[in-house]
């Protein structure tokens, strides 16, 4: 719709700036580095034991909160500008099993029942495997914290005309219909350890694979989200289609 591609725009715009500011941000951090460790140098150069001591550990603190600074901007950057896409056919149902693979601990300690229920029609699809692990990993962990004990996680596929579609159900806490605009807002979380990242990712992951994503939710009941990725084939079919007139 409209009023989501002015929210992605928004979003892009914000990424670059954000993105900017912590490039900027890089060098700046990098001369401070290089500037301690001269003065590290200096210090080696001193006579007085106890001056050299006491100076050494305030460069020593001061090197080791510029590599945290690094280390938060690089993780930063990283969050914001993923690699692109490379794309190679997979079939979904896989890429749910392997997901689900990675988080069966968390499924059985939260006693949570999952049901698959896998289209044998499917063709493959070309996504980048990682990034789509990412999606149903994110949306996954969603909506098993969304559950208490013994929640009911669904998860099918289904082929339509243009889609494959990979539809994520669970019978938790909904979301609240005022707090849906905000979801993909990066930073925007209602758990006390969350950092809502999680579906602003899985937005541009989307995106970057022309798909599309919808959600329906109703407090108190649960959350189904509906995952659709372009199938290949047809887009090949669009392509052909004025030959067959
Ligand atoms: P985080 O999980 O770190 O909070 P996300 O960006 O993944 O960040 O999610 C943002 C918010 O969207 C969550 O804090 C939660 O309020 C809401 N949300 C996402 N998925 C679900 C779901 N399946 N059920 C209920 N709320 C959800």
Redesign the pocket.
């Known amino acids: 719709s409209t009023a989501d591609s002015i929210e992605s725009e928004r979003l892009h715009a914000l990424s670059l700036l954000a993105a900017g500011v912590a490039h900027e941000i890089g060098n700046p951090l990098n001369s401070i580095n290089i500037h301690l460790q001269l003065l590290d140098r200096e210090i080696g150069y001193l006579e007085d034991a106890t001056a050299k001591a006491e100076l050494k550990e305030l460069v020593d603190v001061s090197r080791k909160e510029v590599g945290r600074l690094d280390t938060i901007i690089r993780q930063f950057l990283k969050a914001l500008r993923p690699s692109l896409p490379e794309r190679m056919p997979h079939k979904l149902q896989e890429l749910i099993k392997e997901t689900l693979g990675v988080m069966k601990h968390e499924i059985k300690d939260r006693r949570m029942l999952v049901e698959t229920d896998f289209a044998d029609d499917v063709p493959a699809v070309a996504v980048d495997e990682t990034q789509v692990k990412q999606v149903f990993f994110?949306v996954v962990?969603?909506?098993l914290?969304?559950m208490s004990d013994g929640g009911i996680l669904k998860i099918e596929t289904y082929l339509s005309d243009r889609f494959v579609g990979v539809v994520v159900e669970?019978n938790?806490?909904?979301?609240d219909p005022e707090?849906l605009g905000a979801?993909y807002e990066p930073y925007?979380?209602?758990?006390a350890e969350?950092?809502?990242?999680?579906?602003?990712i899985v937005q541009r992951i989307m995106r970057d694979h022309g798909g599309e994503i919808e959600i329906n939710?109703e407090p108190g009941h649960g959350?189904r989200?509906t995952l659709r990725f372009p199938r290949e084939d047809a887009r090949l079919n669009l392509l052909e289609a004025p030959e067959q007139e």
């Open positions: 994110n962990k969603n909506a914290q969304a669970d938790g806490s909904g979301i707090k979801i925007h979380t209602t758990k969350g950092t809502g990242l999680g579906m602003m939710s959350t989200m």
